[in-house]
């Protein structure tokens, strides 16, 4: 008895909570190309199966934001190439990716 009125109040709480806990790995899947909706979705029904597979699945942006990350990060020793922005060294006189002087 009270089960009905009881649950009422804690199911929605668990709702709330479950739909909270689906923003998790509906962000990640967003960052990494996918659908975020669909994902909420898959988070709100299955969190941790869903978290886990957004955590290790493959980012579709990976390549090119990799790149952008290689490029902003700067060796010690190294420069920037003035046109195309890779690190070569300072000595160089002619930048061995796009073959631009750089100086
Ligand atoms: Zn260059």
Do not use: R
Not at 28 to 47: E, H, M, P, V
Request: hydrophobic letters at 50%; charged letters at 10%.
């Amino acid at each position: 008895m009270g089960f009905g009125s009881l649950n009422s109040g804690e199911m929605l709480i668990g709702l709330v909570l479950a739909a909270l806990l689906g923003l998790i790995p509906a962000n990640i899947a967003k960052k990494k190309g996918y659908s975020f909706g669909l994902w909420w979705l898959f988070g709100f029904l299955f969190f941790i199966l869903a978290l886990i597979i957004a955590l290790v699945m493959k980012s579709k942006t990976a390549p090119g934001l990799q790149a952008v990350a290689d490029v902003q990060a700067t060796p010690p020793g190294m420069v920037k190439c003035p046109h195309c922005q890779s690190n070569i060294v300072p000595q160089a006189a002619v930048c061995p990716y796009c073959a631009e002087k750089t100086k």
